[in-house]
């Protein structure tokens, strides 16, 4: 498995934040009954082609890509920007988008969005860098968690602020109607297919009315209200279960801690053993994409539920309590760091896991191990390590069983526990939402259900948006 930013040979100390949520007092609330809601009456707020739930990464490529189709397109957002986790949750080391041998395989919107950010709102290798196994360079990029296994990566830090307004801007080229602050309460399901959905809005309760919907939250909460099976089992000794509340800080001098770690190796393991004892739960920042910012991804804490209200509330006072002792260390200790502020704590918190969809089709470690290439490829992921063969990514993942125009897409997409360690990731996310959105446009040009949509269309479909599948056979 590659060594990741964020690891999986974790310390003793990881490991007892590893056991945090399991360890700590649950909240455990009496039954107190229930009270009925009187049916009523919602407004149609709106109808539309395609509605698509969540404008994070998959959700806010689905809709410009079937947009660009020329479907009529709604993008129902809770929060008052789009990007989700890679923006609001203050995610913004984008993770690698190239394989071992340095070929740029998820492309398409994912390479469109960063292609648009200004020079100054983007660091990472240069082209001609990736997929380089020169020694100094790749040692000088993994710094910045963009060489893994002594490979040079496409995996650059991104401005969230910039990756917001230009997702804005890409929406709104699109022609897709933006409704921010837009809780998506549940589906509309009607006779087996899905038919819209109920919205919470300062303006009250309305509905959307749709042809397909398109499930973007990420935690799977229209699919799993339409009456969709999904998992929650996690792989234990990975990273992809647990949540935090990410934090940027400034005034920090990056060069000057990178020379640090270089120059003065027995005083930086000193420094980590120090950390380790003194801080609670310690972590490594990532450099940001100017010299004075940086980022805490973590602490990371595993046992919490993140759709339950009790522990996203517990997670936010942990983060912020942790990061408050993080950064008194590091001021103290790290060269660099003696004038860092905490410039903002993610507005969104760090879910990685909640539901995965039992869909019509599954990614599974063992499947992907194969390197077979599946007969409805709607894009291709880097593998883990360079042992490991780039994997094809199916649309059958995208497929709820039970209802119909329905579509799946971003981290919660079918996908073994295994899978979801890395389709989890940002640019999987863009790659899951563009064929979401192409899928979900030709399903209502053609007035067929997703699941019946022809592949060989969307793949052209794909292609034609700048996609990277495999060559037909
Ligand atoms: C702390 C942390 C570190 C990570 N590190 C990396 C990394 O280094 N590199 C990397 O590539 N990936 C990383 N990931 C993973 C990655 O950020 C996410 O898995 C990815 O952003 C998921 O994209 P998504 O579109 O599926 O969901 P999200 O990014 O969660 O977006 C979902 C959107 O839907 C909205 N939404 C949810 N429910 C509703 C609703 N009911 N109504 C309306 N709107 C709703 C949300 O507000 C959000 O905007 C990390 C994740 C975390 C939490």
Redesign the pocket.
């Known amino acids: 498995m590659a060594k990741r930013?964020?690891s999986t040979d974790r310390t003793a100390n990881e490991r007892r934040i590893f056991d945090a949520g399991a360890n700590s007092p649950r909240q455990v609330r009496a039954d107190l009954g229930h009270v009925v809601e009187p049916s009523r009456e919602i407004p149609v707020f709106a109808t539309t082609d395609v509605l698509v739930?969540?404008?994070?990464?998959?959700?806010t490529t689905a809709a410009v890509a079937a947009a660009r189709l020329g479907a009529d397109v709604i993008l129902?957002?809770?929060?008052n920007h789009l990007g989700?986790?890679?923006t609001?949750?203050l995610?913004i080391?984008?993770?690698r988008m190239s394989d071992w041998n340095g070929e740029h395989i998820i492309r398409g919107m994912a390479e469109e969005i960063l292609d648009r950010l200004p020079r100054d709102a983007i660091y990472g290798p240069p082209k001609a860098e990736w997929g380089s196994r020169d020694t100094v360079l790749s040692a000088q990029w993994q710094k910045r968690h963009a060489a893994f296994h002594g490979t040079v990566t496409w995996a650059p830090m991104i401005d969230p602020e910039w990756m917001k307004l230009e997702l804005l801007r890409m929406i709104r080229e699109a022609g897709v109607e933006l409704l921010l602050h837009?809780?998506?309460a549940g589906p509309l399901v009607e006779g087996g297919k899905v038919t819209g959905a109920v919205l919470e809005s300062k303006q009250g309760r309305v509905a959307v009315r749709a042809k397909v919907v398109v499930d973007?939250?990420?935690?799977g909460?229209i699919f799993a209200r339409a009456g969709e099976g999904f998992d929650g089992d996690i792989e234990s000794d990975d990273i992809h279960h647990t949540?935090?509340t990410?934090s940027l800080l400034c005034g920090v001098d990056n060069a000057r801690w990178l020379a640090f770690m270089d120059a003065e190796p027995d005083a930086f393991r000193d420094f980590m053993r120090h950390g380790r004892e003194q801080v609670g739960h310690f972590v490594l920042p990532f450099p940001g994409w100017r010299n004075d910012v940086t980022v805490f991804?973590g602490p990371r804490f595993a046992g919490f539920d993140v759709l339950k209200i009790d522990d996203l509330t517990t997670l936010e006072t942990m983060s912020r309590e942790s990061l408050v002792e993080l950064l008194n260390y590091y001021r103290s200790n790290a060269p660099g760091f003696e004038n860092a502020w905490i410039m903002l704590s993610a507005p969104?918190l760090?879910?990685?896991h909640s539901r995965r969809l039992v869909g019509l089709g599954r990614m599974t470690g063992v499947r992907a191990k194969t390197g077979a290439i599946e007969p409805d490829e709607i894009g291709i992921s880097p593998s883990l390590s360079p042992n490991l063969p780039n994997v094809s990514v199916p649309y059958g993942a995208l497929l709820p069983r039970k209802v119909d125009n329905l579509l799946v897409a971003?981290?919660?997409i079918s996908t073994d526990a295994q899978t979801h360690t890395y389709m989890?990731?940002?640019?999987q996310?863009w790659l899951t939402?563009h064929a979401a959105g192409i899928a979900a446009a030709l399903s209502v040009q053609a007035g067929v259900a997703p699941k019946d949509v022809s592949i060989p269309d969307l793949q052209a479909a794909l292609r034609k948006q700048g996609a990277h599948l495999n060559d037909p056979a």
């Open positions: 930013p964020e739930v969540g404008g994070g990464p998959a959700g129902a957002e809770r929060y989700g986790l890679s609001g949750g995610v080391w984008i993770d837009s809780w998506v973007t939250t990420g935690d909460d949540a935090n990410a991804m969104q760090g879910a990685r971003g981290r919660h989890r990731e940002i640019p996310c939402g």
